[in-house]
């Protein structure tokens, strides 16, 4: 069993929709949580960090981690054609080496 | 752009050969981190230097070596070549090395093995 689960996809959708983006994850000791979003050839870039449970908000993107059932959510409002990109969650314990879920693709069809 | 560097950006060669990716990290990071992207495995952390030294090691194979030099820049060593090394292998860097930290990703090295 892969430490990070992620859905590959891909995911379409109609532009003005809420995306919902998902992980999984089996370490209980996983304190930090991103999510980075992948542009084709590019390098990931980090959207979004959390550290333990809670919600966090920045702009139209919201994480949300839920540690009791050990789910990782980021939502996308509004979504745009320009959001379609691989998106990829990661965690850690706070040590040095970062997991990475395999990242799932978002189309946004406008 | 996200102010770290990887050349060359396409990289071909056959089976059973050597290369060397190269890094600079941004201005001011003493941390580098180097990453396997591959279809079927998805992003992995292979090796990661703080200011020169080894700090952690993840899933990185024997044919492959790191090091870090005194001017903060990173190298990456893949020997002995063989085909499912094709992938794209990308550097990252922070400012202080620990879990907290915000990493920065480069563009990536495409590596394809013939």
């Known amino acids: 069993q892969k430490e990070v689960e992620q859905d590959p996809g891909p995911l379409s959708v109609p532009e003005g929709a809420i995306v919902s983006l998902n992980c999984t994850y089996s370490?209980?000791?996983?304190?930090?949580f991103m999510w980075y979003r992948q542009y084709s050839r590019k390098g990931p870039e980090l959207l979004m960090y959390t550290y333990s449970s809670g919600n966090k908000e920045d702009g139209r993107f919201t994480a949300q981690v839920d540690k009791s059932s050990k789910y990782i959510s980021l939502f996308i409002r509004d979504s745009q054609p320009s959001d379609s990109a691989t998106y990829l969650c990661?965690?850690?314990?706070?040590?040095?080496?970062?997991?990475f879920g395999a990242g799932t693709r978002l189309f946004v069809k406008a | 752009d996200s102010g770290v560097t990887q050349t060359p950006k396409h990289l071909i060669t056959a089976t059973g050969q050597r290369v060397t990716l190269r890094c600079s990290p941004r201005s001011g990071d003493l941390s580098v981190y180097w990453y396997q992207q591959s279809l079927d495995q998805g992003l992995q952390f292979l090796i990661q230097y703080y200011n020169g030294e080894e700090r952690a090691k993840g899933n990185i194979l024997e044919r492959f070596s790191a090091q870090q030099f005194p001017d903060l820049h990173s190298e990456l060593n893949l020997s002995s070549l063989e085909l499912g090394d094709s992938a794209l292998y990308f550097c990252?860097?922070?400012?202080?090395?620990?879990?907290?930290?915000?990493?920065?990703f480069g563009p990536g090295t495409r590596l394809t093995v013939l």
């Open positions: 370490n209980s000791a996983f304190q930090y």
């Open positions: 990252a860097s922070s400012v202080a090395g620990t879990g907290a930290d915000t990493q920065y």
């Open positions: 990661a965690t850690h314990t706070g040590g040095f080496k970062t997991i």
